[in-house]
């Protein structure tokens, strides 16, 4: 969950999935994709017309436009059956878990974000996207009441489509102009 507490060390199991998306999009042909503030495409290593970066920035932005119809049904939806949020420095798996603890959340705020990058290694079953969210109460949309950054893992499901198997957010104020 994009959520609204203090960075806190993460688990073991965590930065091992981090440590392995590292390599997996470290040093071969990466493909990139940057949204309107960047300039960069994916276009390396990918398969048929569009890069893997392209689908993965595409799922971000699918995942953003489904979660706001329809809630932590939606939300849940885009995760991979093992996948995982930090919350509270707390990990949480699976997407029964990870529904009953977004369930809440997601009744009083409307979360809305933006993917600005997102990236795949040629060859491999996981990418990234980076981004902004915001938190907006739903009884006040006039009320932001959070906002920060994002990391979001993807994993290429057999089906080929990509689905969430790690996501992390770090709440701060909006960078300013």
């Known amino acids: 969950m994009r959520n609204h507490s203090p960075r806190r060390p993460l688990p073991a199991r965590l930065l091992s999935l981090i440590c392995l998306l590292a390599v997996a999009c470290g040093p071969g042909e990466p493909a990139a994709t940057e949204g309107s503030d960047g300039n960069q495409s ?39 059956p093992d996948g995982r949020i ?11 878990a990870i529904r009953e603890a977004m369930e809440p959340y997601l009744s009083a705020v409307r979360l809305e974000w933006s993917p600005t990058r997102a990236a795949a ?46 996501d992390v957010g770090s709440e701060h104020p909006e960078p300013r102009p």
Do not use: H
């Open 42 to 80: 994916g276009t390396a290593g990918g398969r048929g017309a569009e890069s893997d970066a392209d689908q993965i920035f595409a799922a971000d932005e699918a995942f953003n436009r489904v979660t706001g119809e329809l809630g932590a049904a939606g939300w849940v939806d885009f995760f991979a």
């Open 86 to 96: 930090v919350v509270n420095g707390e990990e949480i798996t699976g997407k029964a």
């Open 121 to 166: 290694r040629a060859g491999s079953d996981l990418g990234y996207t980076v981004g902004r969210y915001r938190a907006i109460l739903k009884e006040n949309p006039d009320s932001v009441i959070a906002t920060g950054t994002y990391v979001t893992i993807w994993e290429r499901q057999a089906d080929g489509s990509w689905k969430v198997a790690l």
